[in-house]
């Protein structure tokens, strides 16, 4: 389905969290509403091995609540308001769990999973992403993403219809991931960071075979550029911006 969206593919970032909670039902509601192709999440396991929708390691930047995320249970993560530290307008917003994604959202709409589990290698998050996408069917709507090869090498295997990318750290920190290994891993996709997305580099990556798509980018001018160079498909925290400056830019 990736190959059918419009080009270049609008992903709302964690939603469309300029304007909402990101990671929340809300947010993701959101970013379609604006017009988005698709939109981005995070997973991770809680102590009880659930696969929740989350970012960072911790959850006291985004939720009402202190500590790992791995740490806790399931009933526990579920009691935080993840969205009033946004606006009080979306106060109570909850965690989601992955499956409440996919059964909203999955049959009619295409998502990229990032597999964040970087503090945890070994857990069994690839596993059970997989397993849930596989019971539902949804290999063909969804797009892998990690900054781990050895997530995508498996998730390969246990999803083999999905498309998965290749996330690459900004400079030195990710030429391997954009080049060399990430080849290998993951085929069909690259995402860079912004600063690292050259005309040039593009166009080498489309000669590999490789689709381009670059985080996270919300300025007009940024948007602009990597659309004039062929890029395939931003992230951006602000999905209405993007597809109106897309819009703009065919019709001139």
């Keep these: 389905m990736l190959y059918t969206l419009p080009k270049p593919v609008i992903f709302g970032h964690r939603g469309a969290c300029a304007h909402a909670p990101e990671n929340t039902l809300a947010s993701f509601r959101l970013a379609f ?4 192709d698709a939109i981005e999440l995070d997973a991770k396991l809680s102590r009880d091995g659930e696969v929740v929708v989350f970012h960072d390691p911790t959850l006291d930047r985004t939720t009402n609540g202190t500590g790992c995320v791995d740490s806790k249970s399931l009933a526990e993560l579920r009691e935080l308001d993840a969205g009033s530290h946004f606006s009080e307008q979306f106060r109570g917003e909850k965690i989601p769990l992955l499956l409440e994604v996919l059964e909203e959202f999955g049959k009619t709409r295409y998502i990229n999973i990032e597999l964040t589990n970087y503090t945890s290698p070994n857990d069994e998050l690839v596993e059970k992403a997989a397993a849930l996408v596989n019971s539902m069917g949804l290999g063909e709507r969804i797009l892998f993403s990690s900054f781990s ?3 995508l090498k498996k998730v390969r295997q246990l999803v083999p219809e999905a498309e998965t990318g290749m996330l690459a750290l900004r400079g030195l920190a990710g030429f ?3 080049n060399i290994s990430g080849r290998q891993v993951a085929p069909h996709a690259v995402h860079p960071y912004l600063t690292d997305a050259s005309q040039q580099w593009i166009e080498i990556a489309h000669r590999q075979g490789r689709r381009v798509h670059v985080w996270t980018v919300n300025r007009p001018v940024d948007l602009k550029d990597l659309f004039d160079w062929g890029a395939d498909g931003v ?11 897309r819009g703009q ?3 001139a």
């Excluded at 509403?33 to 988005?36: D, F, L, N, S, W």
């Excluded at 992230?235 to 400056?245: G, H, R």
């Design 249 to 251: 830019m065919k019709a």
């Design 235 to 245: 992230f951006t925290d602000d999905p209405a911006l993007a597809v109106d400056l």
């Design 33 to 36: 509403e604006q017009g988005a």
């Design 149 to 151: 090869a050895q997530n």
């Design 176 to 178: 391997i991931a954009r």
